[in-house]
């Protein structure tokens, strides 16, 4: 395959950016969008001299050679059942879904057909989550503390929780998937929301959430969102193991050990560009690195939807043990 043909589900903020990214792409051709908002497909089509379709049915039948598909977090499932159907690879914007049981039908519509997926967690390609990684290689991880405090981002189904998931799902899931790749599997989680919404109209959403986590290599851990400022304050992690801090953000990685401490710098929209060109070599089988498939997204979107459970519940959540009272929503267990 010489050239990719992409077609895109979704013409809001990050649908604009993928498109952005992929016409810089020499070896790559947006052939068409689809978006339930038809001027927003026509705007965003005709940026990169494209055209629309009035439905998914439509653009898969125009044959493409891979589909994005970015849609809000409630408007997950059919899209990506029909991509699935129509056996085309897919890459699928975080969060996945807004429950688990969407989340893990589409995950074995996927592995029964073998597809290609990748979903958007851009994080894992800047340089710094590797040189991490390479850091923490052999050293026992005692501790981490995730953060993403930020504002409500000028959407209208942010703000409520059956449209987004909350702030956790939808935004700290970046936070989570890294967690889990520098930490490892959390087995229990703990979390309380504040129970006030925001001051946005008709919000629902915790205005702040904050978790404990413990992990199966015995770390333990914490989480907090806050979506009350007017900017993005902080978002992301420190991790303490023997002998070494890590700060790790968009912006870069700060190391402290023995040897003193260390900056080193990264480009969040360098990850953005990495994350797609990795998929594009993948569909053309030219490349073999896509870091988050279908599959270890769902890892995180089940973290994540442990600890929004949690804090709507006040209760525990244990990702590890058989069920006793299991939510339906999410398909995790609650300590009674």
């Known amino acids: 395959m010489d050239r990719c043909r992409v077609g895109l589900v979704g013409a809001g903020g990050v649908a604009q950016r993928h498109a952005r990214v992929l016409a810089g792409f020499d070896d790559t051709e947006l052939i068409g969008v689809t978006d339930v908002r038809p001027a927003a497909a026509a705007a965003l089509a005709g940026l990169h001299g494209s055209r629309t379709y009035p439905d998914v049915e439509a653009l898969l039948a125009a044959r493409p050679d891979a589909v994005y598909v970015c849609v809000p977090p409630f408007a997950h499932g059919a899209v990506e059942g029909a991509v699935v159907a129509a056996g085309v690879p897919m890459f699928v914007e975080k969060p996945v879904a807004v429950d688990l049981v969407t989340a893990e039908r589409i995950a074995g519509l996927v592995a029964r057909r073998g597809l290609l997926t990748a979903v958007g967690h851009h994080w894992r390609y800047l340089p710094v989550v590797q040189h991490a990684r390479d850091l923490l290689a052999g050293r026992t991880v005692r501790m981490v503390s995730g953060a993403w405090w930020d504002k409500v981002p000028p959407v209208e189904w942010w ?26 599997e959390a087995t229990e989680v703990t979390a309380y929301g504040d129970g006030a919404p925001p001051p946005v109209d008709g919000a629902d959403v915790d205005s702040v959430t904050a978790a404990t986590l413990r992990f199966a290599g015995g770390a333990v851990g914490t989480l907090s969102a806050a979506c009350v400022l007017g900017w993005k304050h902080r978002a992301g992690l420190e991790i303490l193991a023997d002998g070494l801090a890590l700060t790790l953000t968009e912006e870069g990685l700060l190391v402290c050990d023995a040897d003193g401490e260390r900056r080193l710098p990264a480009d969040p929209e360098t990850a953005r560009t990495a994350v797609d060109r990795a998929f594009v070599d993948a569909v053309r089988g030219i490349g073999d690195d896509v870091r988050v498939p279908y599959a270890e997204a769902l890892a995180t979107h089940r973290l994540a939807l442990a600890v929004a459970d949690s804090a709507r519940t006040g209760r525990p959540v244990r990702l590890d043990a058989p069920a006793t009272t299991t939510l339906e929503s999410a398909g995790v267990t609650v300590d009674a």
Do not use: K, M
């Open 159 to 184: 703000s409520r929780r059956d449209r987004s998931g909350g702030q956790v799902v939808e935004q700290a899931a970046h936070v989570l998937d890294l967690i889990r790749l520098l930490v490892g």
